[in-house]
């Protein structure tokens, strides 16, 4: 049984940093393209940022900010925030799918697998 669990969520002010880590079981991440995803109030849940082998993709929102990566060893998969913004505001997502000729996918139904969420707040 596969399952995400992300964690490093709080409470930060504009300006902070953030490190969000998505530890996963039940499946080795190597060769497994995955994602982050947020979700604000009121608002559909959103592409934040992919990661196929080494390679990343970024939501114009966020790039320039925000770096995505993968520790193979321990099957995490990581997302460091920096600068974040009150927009940034929002529950996070990790999620995972099986490759399926495209490295990279932003729509939420292509990921199979997901975490619970961590909420990230950030104050102005």
């Known amino acids: 049984q596969v399952q995400l669990v992300e964690s490093g969520g709080g409470v930060v002010q504009a300006g902070d940093s953030l490190r969000l880590s998505c530890a996963v079981s039940g499946r080795t991440i190597r060769s497994d393209p995955m994602g982050w995803f947020r979700q604000a109030p009121g608002k559909e849940r959103e592409f934040v940022a992919a990661i196929s082998w080494s390679s990343t993709q970024y939501a114009n929102s966020v790039k320039g900010r925000f770096i995505v990566s993968k520790d193979n060893v321990k099957n995490t998969m990581y997302l460091q925030m920096n600068s974040l913004k009150p927009e940034d505001t929002a529950i996070y997502y990790c999620?995972?799918?099986?490759?399926?000729?495209?490295?990279?996918?932003?729509?939420?139904?292509?990921?199979?697998?997901w975490g619970q969420g961590t909420q990230v707040t950030v104050s102005s």
């Open positions: 999620a995972l799918r099986l490759y399926d000729g495209t490295w990279f996918r932003q729509r939420t139904d292509a990921y199979g697998y």
